[in-house]
C-alpha cells in the first residue's frame, strides 16, 4: 500500500472539505482503519480530523459572511454542512456568536 503521507492527506481534505468528507471516506480512499488514521492524524497534525474539518469549513464560511451576500444556508451548504441549523450550531460553538451576527459585526466593523 502507498506510505500514508500527511500532505497527501491534508490535500485530499481540502480538495474534499466541501463535500460530506467523514474518516471512512478518507479510509476507504487510503486504504487503512479509521481507528489508525484518527490516532495518525492527530500524532502528525496535533489536531483531532473532524476538529481540523470544522476548522477549514468555518474559515471558509466566515470569509463567505463577509465577501458575499449569500444566505446562511446557501453558505452552510456550499462548505459542507447539510442542515443550516447543525452549521449555525458549529459556528457559534466555534466563534461565540452566530453566522448572521458575525456577517453584521463584520460589516460594521468596516463602515
Do not use: C
Not at 480530523?49 to 470544522?54: E, G, N, R
Not at 446557501?74 to 459556528?91: C, D, K, N, P, Q
Not at 456568536?97 to 456577517?103: K, L
Amino acid at each position: 500500500s502507498e506510505e500514508l503521507d500527511i500532505k497527501r492527506v491534508l490535500n485530499y481534505i481540502k480538495k474534499h472539505y466541501t463535500e460530506d468528507i467523514s474518516i471512512n471516506s478518507l479510509t476507504a480512499e487510503f486504504h487503512i482503519s479509521p481507528n489508525y488514521f484518527s490516532s495518525w492524524f492527530k500524532k502528525e497534525t496535533n489536531i483531532r480530523f473532524t476538529d481540523y474539518v470544522t476548522n477549514l469549513r468555518i474559515t471558509r464560511a466566515t470569509q463567505l459572511l463577509i465577501e458575499t451576500n449569500l444566505p446562511i444556508k446557501e453558505i452552510a451548504s456550499s462548505v459542507g454542512y447539510f442542515t443550516a441549523s447543525h452549521f449555525i450550531r458549529t459556528f457559534v460553538k466555534n466563534k461565540g456568536i452566530t453566522p448572521a451576527e458575525y456577517r453584521n459585526q463584520m460589516i460594521k466593523e468596516r463602515d
